[in-house]
């Protein structure tokens, strides 16, 4: 592994030199052989292992902390920061340079009351979260490893301390701006030089003023892009504060998401989130609201009406991607003059998963099993009231452009309506079997979200809808 450290050797003030702490008798508990070829094939040695466990240093590596601030629940925290994830440089891929973190490596200055470290079931639930992700074509932060351990970590009860290797292209963050403007009171040449860092590092546009204002713009574009995307395959982030908005607009800081099962436009996944602040409905609006806070971080640099001009990009381009994603998904024709029709299509279509208590991605992909134009769908026997199905069936059916090949159709649908996603339920017995020391549950699961538009045989029951157990399971944060 090559490393560089650009962020570190530029932007000083915004982080601190951090140690990692070793975690006991460490072990491989999931690898990304998709992630590795991110950083030129890096192998797994034992070597690695004892690296990426805190036993010895990474060659070269400088470690450290990032500081910045957020909003947390609609309040502004001044001063947060990598409170257990150690930041060792950015490596050279490929594909440019990744960063690389290890979340769960122990203590740094920002870690408040937390111990600095991440048990087993929230870095599991992170590595199979990014990899779907990925998987699924949304953007995101990536997983090279997760290296489980003996180390006790208490929380309910006790349980083992774990270190997801995360990948991620940039670590930046709406806070990140946040924290130079309103906690250091930073004057505009220390927010240009992060601007400017970010400008240079992804983009091609001159750090002036038009090139500040295409940013912000990409910026918008890119965090609507990704909200769009969230809300077409129904994936709950759970803890949307502004510290887990990447300024790259990637998914980010995985926590207590969760993929949808039975469609609640209200669901809420984060158990801290009593008023469902960060609910599946509110997060296209969230994103702006989040926009909006790095909107006024950046005011010492942009000039306001050019900011509010970006801001007003949002919401249309949530609404055509969305659009453009779930007429994908259905097969609907994209003809400019029938979006209102298509949008009332869609609208229909998630009022009957809720009042009939479908299940969202089988839903979705049942309708993209079946031939088209076929009657008495068999989405409708799974409804309470199939009569409701029929009326938005016929809709849809009038809406639907002609058809003069189904198998290319089907192929097209099959394509775009995923059969595996990670369901809360599943992530569970995956993480149950491994705390029994059987990786069989987890390896299936991994794979078939490594490929989740195909049927992989022998994983039929992670088609399934929950158990009862298992639906609409809510976690914490505190992992
Ligand atoms: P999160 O909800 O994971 O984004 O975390 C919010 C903040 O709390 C971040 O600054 C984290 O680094 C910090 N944090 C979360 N868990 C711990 C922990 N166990 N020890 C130290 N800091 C933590
Ligand atoms: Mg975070």
């Not at 050797?9 to 070793?22: D, F, G, K």
């Not at 774990?162 to 250091?184: D, N, W």
Request: with cysteine; charged share 20%.
């Amino acid at each position: 592994m090559q490393f560089k450290y650009d962020f570190f050797e530029q932007l000083t003030s915004l982080y601190q030199v951090v140690s990692p702490s070793a975690i006991d008798n460490p072990s491989w508990l999931a690898w990304s052989d998709d992630a590795a070829q991110l950083i030129h094939h890096c192998q797994q040695s034992d070597h690695l292992l004892q690296q990426f466990a805190g036993q010895q240093p990474l060659p070269q590596a400088h470690y450290y902390a990032q500081v910045y601030s957020g909003h947390q629940f609609g309040g502004y925290s001044p001063r947060l920061g990598d409170g257990r994830s150690i930041i060792v440089g950015e490596v050279l891929g490929p594909q440019g340079a990744f960063d690389m973190a290890l979340k769960g490596a122990g203590k740094t200055p920002f870690s408040r009351h937390g111990d600095g470290r991440a048990v087993m079931r929230s870095s599991i639930r992170e590595f199979l979260a990014s990899e779907a992700m990925y998987h699924l074509g949304i953007p995101t932060s990536r997983a090279l490893a997760v290296v489980g351990s003996d180390t006790p970590v208490l929380r309910q009860q006790m349980e083992t301390a774990a270190i997801t290797v995360r990948l991620a292209r940039s670590h930046i963050r709406f806070g990140h701006f946040e924290y130079l403007t309103h906690t250091l009171q930073a004057g505009k040449s220390e927010l240009k030089q992060l601007v400017d860092f970010c400008i240079k590092q992804h983009y091609q546009y001159s750090c002036d003023s038009a090139g500040y204002h295409a940013w912000f713009h990409q910026v918008v574009q890119d965090t609507a892009r990704m909200i769009a995307h969230w809300q077409a395959v129904g994936f709950c982030h759970g803890v949307m504060n502004t510290d887990n908005m990447s300024i790259l607009g990637d998914t980010f800081d995985y926590g207590p998401f969760a993929f949808l099962d039975t469609y609640h436009e209200d669901f809420i996944c984060n158990k801290s989130d009593g008023e469902g602040r960060y609910a599946f409905s509110q997060q296209v609006s969230v994103g702006f609201w989040n926009l909006q806070c790095l909107a006024q971080a950046l005011t010492p640099l942009l000039e306001s009406d050019v900011l509010v001009q970006a801001l007003q990009t949002y919401q249309p381009l949530v609404v055509e991607h969305y659009l453009y994603l779930m007429r994908q998904k259905l097969g609907l024709a994209i003809v400019a003059r029938n979006q209102q029709r298509d949008f009332e299509i869609i609208g229909q279509l998630t009022h009957v998963m809720q009042t009939q208590r479908l299940d969202y991605t089988l839903t979705l992909r049942q309708l993209a099993e079946e031939e088209p134009f076929i009657t008495k769908h068999p989405v409708r026997d799974h409804c309470i009231d199939p009569q409701a199905f029929d009326a938005w069936y016929d809709n849809y059916l009038e809406a639907l452009p002609e058809v003069t090949d189904t198998a290319q159709w089907q192929q097209q649908r099959l394509a775009v309506n995923p059969k595996y996603v990670l369901r809360n339920y599943l992530a569970q017995e995956a993480i149950i079997g491994l705390e029994r020391g059987d990786k069989r549950p987890f390896e299936l699961l991994y794979q078939t979200l490594r490929q989740p538009y195909i049927t992989h045989t022998g994983a039929e029951a992670l088609t399934q809808r929950p158990p009862d157990w298992g639906e609409g399971l809510i976690l914490s944060c505190s992992s």
